[in-house]
């Protein structure tokens, strides 16, 4: 009897139950989708990704995106994380800026204000992966709710934009 209760106890404490993982064939993107989310636009550059409740995507603010984009120059990532770590206009200097030039990845985390309607000032926080997939290649993926609800939707950001997966010969690379 002890034992069914801890499996319970555990069962009930784990988190939230993964729906599955998607892939996007043409762009060869895989990432973690959480139960509920759904992919809801696909093209052959991007995808988009709303999440369960129509009140997250209106009261929340909640929006992903994963899209592949071109940067050209040399060290292109060095040059974006140098850019992120300074005040642009309505954008604040970034919370946290994470380069892994071997691996070709950068993990920015920002907030942004923008004018809504009837001129309400609203301010979202971002979360942003950037992954090489080739000489100037990039998929970019952008998970950001309005900065007051972010929080709540952490953990589901966190599988669907740190947990994207990118192509490689012979298979996925994570």
Known sequence: MPFVLIVLFAGLFSGPVLA??????????????PAGWAVHSVQAEQLVVWPPKREDRERGGVAVLIARQALRGKEPLSRLA???????????????VNLDKRGGRLVLSYREGQYVQHGLWIVSQRLVVWQQVGKGRFVRAQCSANAAEFARYRRAFTDICMGMTLPVKGGVKS
């Open 20 to 33: 599955g993982v998607y892939r996007h064939a043409e762009m060869g993107v895989a990432i973690v989708l």
């Open 82 to 96: 140098a850019r992120f770590r300074r005040t642009d206009g309505a954008r604040e200097a970034a919370q946290s």
